[in-house]
């Protein structure tokens, strides 16, 4: 009688703090896998969104700014990491309901083994393959995973309110217009689940209905946050009329690249990434979880048919709404179903193993939670980011190369959202501005922009596009800078001279534009570590590579420029290596020949005393202080320095324009 008290029951068989530890320690793991800051995805945006109450990218994410904004007030490590705390804590909340709603399943099948603690051993299994499953290991790391994660624990409470059968359905409804202000696109694929499930349980009583819609309208009033937070910062749209609404919700950004007919090469290069989904899971979960329905079906037909409800919308959306080159991210998208594959598993592997004897199912049990473990932490190897700081490396490098005031037009998430993130929740560079280069396509851009410099307002009724744009470029207070990756926008303007800064580059490559060969770095973005997509072959470069990669390209830009009669920009170049180099002797030389070219001797020799003085081995300084002591032509008076001083200030040189003026001359440890 014993034996099969434990049986019957799970949950009464193991004390509920033996649960709470396990939960620790699935906690404690996620913890140490813990980025220090951002990853190289739309975490940044995100964050800085929610942070400063703004705007992410359509469609506004009104759950996930609200619940971010309150983690990212816990007095706990960086901001970034407040965030990946609160993706954690989703992911242990859906383990949580995912077991309960396996005990009550067991229990309505009546699957029962007379071996003690067999049960108990198939629920550790089922967290550890729930956790150990890369994508879900891998979001619960990231900023933007807690939108995904977001709807799996939705999805994983609809499924026990379900499988309880306690008649929640009010608090369904409820869940589903919460789940609509998280990611709807996925959420409201739930609809024919949430139907049937009404219908079991009230029938078509139409009182009932209307307090079921009226709960589901009051989630999805979070949609308020929109037009109550238009014009935040940072912001995409202002959605404060219905039209600029409506493009934000329904995502219009990217309206025509969705929801159209591929070709046919599209839906089998679809297929085999959604048959490749099976990398990410421990192997022959998938044929468990196949057994797994087969017996629900045989017990309770209803229920596989809901369970079906919900997966077949799911899947079949995936081959008529994501983009081709969303194709990659084909597990992310399944990622929602994750706790249904997970039950499915268990229900299949306790059915199973109890058509052997005790100790087969003794044995078997104790295998599968042991490699379990063991797969569990070849993903902990394979996705930890405890040491990843990457993406906020280069967002800082990036700012450090803009002079002051300079506005920054850019193309890519990985290039915007680290930029984001180092602006608007670091603080670092409020001078500069940075703008996705799509938003200059829509007025409430060029607004945005004067937001940030009030000299860049433009006029209320607009003025063509080409006049801004001008006017853009020939702002004074404002250096111009771009980075638009593989798309050049706007087609056919002049944008000659203009430098595209790189927090990661490794060399310089020509290219023709309006005619005249313009320079422009050429990245290296490498994807080891940045995205889900990266290449193992490729490791991430040291910091000091990277530091060296800064100043060789800045001293080819400099080159450049000086080459071009820019003598200024030159200069200005040349000060950005000291950031990265400050013990550098060339760069002083550099400086010193092109003072020294200008007739500013005394200057000059100062310079190539400060080559000598970071690298005494190096003859370059030597040798043009030599130079420049047998000139006899005269050098410039003091009021040449300090006219030269204030145009150095102007130009964003204030090493040089300290140099130029009279009194103690800078030393190179200064500049560390």
């Known amino acids: 009688m014993k034996k099969s008290r434990r049986s019957a029951d799970l949950s009464m068989n193991v004390p509920l703090w033996v649960w709470c530890a396990l939960g620790l320690v699935f906690w404690q793991i996620l913890l140490w896998a813990q980025p220090p800051s951002i990853l190289m995805d739309d975490s940044g945006e995100m964050i800085a969104a929610s942070w400063n109450l703004g705007l992410p990218h359509p469609p506004g994410y009104p759950l996930f700014d609200l619940l971010g904004h309150v983690f990212s007030r816990l007095p706990l490590g960086t901001v970034a990491f407040r965030f990946g705390l609160m993706g954690s804590l989703v992911v242990l909340l859906s383990i949580a309901f995912l077991l309960k709603t396996c005990i009550e ?12 603690y067999f049960g108990e051993m198939l629920l550790m299994l089922a967290a550890f393959c729930f956790l150990s499953c890369r994508t879900v290991f891998a979001q619960s790391l ?21 499988v309880s059968g306690k008649g929640k359905v009010y608090l369904a409804w409820f869940l589903w217009g919460l789940g609509l202000a998280n990611h709807w696109q996925t959420v409201i694929l739930l609809a024919p689940f949430l139907v049937f499930l009404t219908y079991q349980v009230f029938g078509f009583s139409f009182k009932k209905m209307v307090w079921a819609c009226f709960l589901q309208v009051l989630g999805l009033s979070l949609y308020l946050y929109l037009p109550l937070r238009a014009g935040a910062q940072p912001s995409w749209g202002f959605p404060l009329h219905w039209s600029e609404f409506k493009w934000v919700v329904f995502r219009q950004l990217v309206a025509g690249e969705e929801m159209q007919i591929h070709p046919l090469r599209f839906y089998t290069e679809g297929l085999a990434s959604l048959l490749q989904s099976y990398l990410v899971w421990i192997p022959g979960i998938f044929l468990a979880a196949a057994a797994g329905l087969w017996v629900v079906y045989r017990f309770e037909k209803s229920l596989s048919r809901d369970f079906l409800v919900l997966v077949v919308p799911m899947v079949a959306a995936l081959a008529a709404v994501h983009e081709a080159n969303n194709l990659y991210l084909m597990p992310v998208y399944l990622l929602p179903l994750s706790g249904l594959l997970v039950l499915l598993s268990f229900v299949g592997l306790f059915w ?53 005031g300079a506005v920054l037009l850019a193309d890519g998430d990985n290039y915007v959202m680290p930029l984001w993130y180092t602006k608007y929740v670091d603080h670092l560079r409020p001078d500069v501005i940075v703008e996705p280069t799509v938003f200059l396509f829509h007025e409430w851009g060029w607004n945005q922009l004067g937001l940030q410099a009030e000299d860049l307002k433009t ?36 944008l000659i001279g203009r430098g595209t800064p790189h927090g990661l580059a490794d060399g310089w490559t020509a290219s023709v534009l309006g005619g005249d060969e313009v320079q422009n770095l050429s990245g290296l973005e490498r994807m080891r570590g940045i995205a889900e997509n990266r290449e193992v072959a490729r490791e991430d470069p040291p910091t000091n590579d990277l530091y060296a990669s800064y100043a060789l390209q800045g001293m080819a830009e400099a080159d450049w420029f000086w080459k071009h009669h820019d003598e200024l920009k030159a200069l200005a170049r040349l000060e950005t290596v000291l950031y990265f180099q400050p013990r550098w002797p060339g760069v002083y030389a550099k400086m010193a020949s092109m003072m020294g070219s200008m007739g500013y001797l ?24 030599a130079r420049f002591d047998k000139v006899k032509t005269q050098d410039k008076d003091s009021r040449d320095y300090g006219h030269l001083s204030e145009i150095l200030e102007k130009a964003g040189c204030p090493f040089l324009s300290r140099l130029a003026c009279p009194g103690p001359r800078p030393d190179t440890k200064t500049l560390n």
């Not at 020799?605 to 040798?623: E, F, M, T, V």
């Open 105 to 116: 399943l067991a229990a309505r099948l009546k699957l029962k083994s007379a071996l003690p």
């Open 142 to 162: 990231s900023a933007k995973g807690s939108v995904y994660t977001l709807t799996l624990l939705l999805i994983s409470v609809l499924i026990w309110i379900r």
């Open 352 to 404: 199973l193993l109890t058509r052997g004897g005790l100790l087969f199912q003794k044995t078997l049990a104790m295998v599968l939670l042991l490699f379990s473990i063991f797969w569990g932490w070849n993903c902990f190897e394979m996705e930890s980011r405890s040491r990843y700081t990457l993406a906020e490396d280069f967002g800082v490098n990036v700012l450090k190369c803009l002079p002051r």
């Open 459 to 494: 006029a209320p009724s607009p003025p063509p596009f080409e006049e801004r744009w001008v006017g853009l470029l020939k702002n004074p207070n404002h250096p111009f800078f771009y980075s638009f990756g593989r798309q050049y926008f706007p087609v056919g303007l002049n």
């Open 602 to 625: 005394e200057m000059a020799r100062n310079l190539c005393q400060l080559s000598i003085q970071a690298d005494p081995k190096a003859r370059l300084g030597y040798a043009l202080l």
